[in-house]
């Protein structure tokens, strides 16, 4: 198993910048893609943007050009870098892990940190 930590939430003015990291740790070798979801008041949560084992990513369309995914195995960390911030990124945010095989796979999950834009 795994013990997901977010950090780098806040409050940040629209334009600006924020870098999400979330520290992996426990059984990290039996992790295989990673993730970084969101979830706004009232809405339902969405994933933002997965990174595979192999590092191959994947954004949804609204932060495409301004968010990018990376893993840095050698820190066990993964990282969202948001680049110019809306307020529509408002949000809570979660990094989530795909681990293990078969019957033992396991989707883990950070606790969340907030990130405010405001305008």
């Known amino acids: 198993q795994v013990q997901l930590v977010e950090s780098g939430g806040g409050l940040v003015q629209a334009g600006g910048s924020l870098r999400l990291s979330c520290a992996v740790s426990?059984?990290?070798?039996?992790?295989?893609?990673m993730g970084w979801y969101r979830r706004a008041p009232g809405n339902s949560r969405e994933l933002v943007a997965a990174i595979s084992g192999g590092g191959t990513t994947d954004y949804v369309n609204s932060v495409k050009g301004r968010f990018t995914i990376s893993r840095d195995n050698a820190k066990n960390t993964m990282y969202l870098q948001m680049n110019s911030l809306k307020p529509e990124d408002t949000a809570v945010y979660y990094c989530n892990a795909d681990w293990g095989t078969g019957r033992g796979r396991t989707i883990y999950w950070g606790q969340g940190t907030q990130v405010t834009v405001s305008s």
């Open positions: 426990g059984s990290v070798s039996s992790i295989n893609a």
